[in-house]
């Protein structure tokens, strides 16, 4: 097999993030990109409470929420009437809202990182051919000057976007359709008494739709989709009119002042086939593309990333190379059931079905009313309800609590901690070992015999009311992997129990 670096081919969000990951595991790295800059615009524009929760592992959590924006909620209205409001301020999290933080900003984050490890991105470098033989991947590369070079990896990532080279290369087929909306997005100055502040609004107007989130104390983000029965832009620039009408005809309470940024977008459901084609992997755009609704696009691609990240490196120290299939295994699943259910929002908003108008505005305020809903909304939204329990490569053996192998781990708090989490200072690539409620002479046992674990010993009585519900009172064993989730839960005896997902997992 090849020793070379891992080649990582795409510096967006996803690379960068996959490149850090790696690195910080000691897996040596090689990240390339086509383009001659990172992002310049706000594009990507939402930072999810998950993410966050991933940057506080990489160090830069408290850097991005300085330079963003937090929200804490939305709202949803039809016809000017409110249907729906989002509460994301209850979130059992750190950070309880949605950050908004351009990805211009998030990209030099990540950058920032990366490059303090030792990594840098080589721009101007494009993939030009791609062979994969079972025992190494083989890519041809074409330099600025339009020299060639033939480099053999053990692995490659393709995290270069929606019009990916290496899905093509390798021949997977990215599934899906378009979506026949006209979508037009601008970084605008607006006024008025619907222009929003710390919770953003959707607008839904007989088919059409209107989104509007405050950037800046200056700046809105407004996006806005419709059937196309206005007159198109065709080549031409977007100007602040082209804004101000389709506000207007949702008849949104706001004058458009200026432009700072403008473009058209299309917008399409496709899901790659396989996220994986023996030594190379997709994430990101590569592997998944869908409406902007939720604001989950880079969110998802980043935890694709991590979910991988720690795989590689576990195989590369010695575990069962089959731990790798987990990545299309759980991530697949995610990406299907996300683009299920930003298809049906966005068509369900969108529709100009006077019967469907009815029905939806009828049965929306009466379903969020309800408590369970709430939560269910926001955990998909800041994609802390994500989880692997059905995962072949979670254990879990039983046990009191409601905490499950394949959940994410919450950050809980102990008593007299003063709100400081017990993940506050995780920024190894480990697992964390918990040994809830047992002993000390157990956790120094534990830790004796496990290299790329740390082993904390943690008793229900000093956990915050969340943190005992979730935990129980039993002894047992809680394992959490180095992407935030758990992989095992069970008791401490007998040890084959654990012993086999240590082997897994090469925490030896």
């Known amino acids: ?16 993030t996959a490149a850090i990951e790696l690195r910080r595991a000691g897996v ?10 990172m992002a310049r615009w706000s594009q990507a524009l939402v930072v999810q409470a998950r993410t966050l929760e991933q940057f506080q592992r990489l160090g830069i959590a408290e850097e991005a929420v300085r330079r963003g924006r937090k929200i804490r909620g939305g709202r949803l209205f039809s016809e000017g009437k409110e249907i729906a409001h989002l509460d994301l301020s209850r979130l059992a999290t750190t950070y309880p809202y949605a950050l908004f933080l351009p990805q211009s900003e998030t990209e030099a984050l990540l950058n920032e990182r990366m490059e303090t490890l030792g990594v840098r991105t080589e ?87 209107v989104f509007l989130a405050r950037l800046t104390d200056r700046i809105t983000r407004v996006i806005v989709a419709t059937h196309g029965e206005e007159e198109e832009p065709g080549d031409r620039t977007l100007r602040p009119d082209d804004f101000q009408r389709a506000v207007d005809r949702c008849g949104v309470r706001v004058k458009v002042l200026e432009g700072e940024w403008m473009t058209p977008f299309s917008v399409n459901d496709r899901q790659a086939k396989h996220y994986r084609a023996g030594r190379v992997f997709l994430a990101g755009d590569a592997a998944h593309i869908h ?16 979910n991988l990240a720690w795989k590689l490196a576990a195989v590369g120290r010695g575990a069962d190379p ?24 966005l068509r369900v908003g969108t529709s100009s079905n006077r019967l469907i108008e009815g029905v939806r505005d ?17 955990g998909f939204v800041s994609e802390t309800a994500i989880h692997y329990r059905s995962s072949s490569v979670v254990h879990d053996h ?52 496990l290299r790329h674990a740390r082993v904390r010993l943690l008793r229900s009585a000093a956990l915050d009311n969340e943190g005992r519900r979730l935990l129980g009172a039993e002894e047992k064993l809680v394992i959490v992997r180095p992407d935030g989730y758990v992989g095992f839960r069970g008791p401490l005896r007998p040890h084959e129990d654990w012993g086999g997902y240590v082997q897994q997992d090469a925490l030896v």
């Open 322 to 345: 089959g731990l790798l299939d987990s990545y299309e295994e759980e991530r697949g699943e995610v990406g299907r059931h996300l683009l299920r259910f930003t298809e049906r929002v």
């Open 398 to 449: 039983g046990g009191d609590g409601e905490l499950r192998a394949g959940d994410r781990f919450p950050d809980f708090c102990e008593l007299g901690s003063e709100g400081r989490g017990l993940l506050a200072d995780w920024t190894d690539p480990v697992h964390l070992v918990f040994v809830a409620n047992g002993s000390e002479t157990q956790a120094q046992e534990l830790q004796s015999g």
């Open 1 to 16: 097999m090849s020793t070379g670096p891992v080649l990582i081919v795409g510096a967006g969000p996803t690379g960068m």
């Open 291 to 306: 409406s902007p609704v939720g604001g989950q696009g880079m969110n998802t691609g980043i935890q694709d990333a991590a």
């Open 123 to 209: 721009r101007r470098v494009e993939l030009v051919g791609l062979q994969e033989d079972g025992e190494a991947v083989m890519a041809r590369l074409r330099h600025p000057d339009g020299q060639e070079e033939e480099v053999h990896s053990p692995w490659l990532l393709g995290c270069d976007g929606a019009h990916s080279a290496v899905r093509e290369k390798m021949h997977i087929p990215f599934e899906g359709t378009a979506i026949a909306l006209r979508f037009i997005l601008g970084d605008l100055v607006v006024e008025g008494p619907d222009a929003p502040w710390e919770e953003l609004a959707v607008h839904f107007h007989h088919g059409d739709l």
């Open 28 to 37: 040596p790295v090689r990240i390339i990109d086509k383009s001659d800059h």
């Open 362 to 378: 009828a049965l929306i305020p009466l379903l969020t009313q309800l408590k369970s809903v709430q939560k269910e909304a926001a």
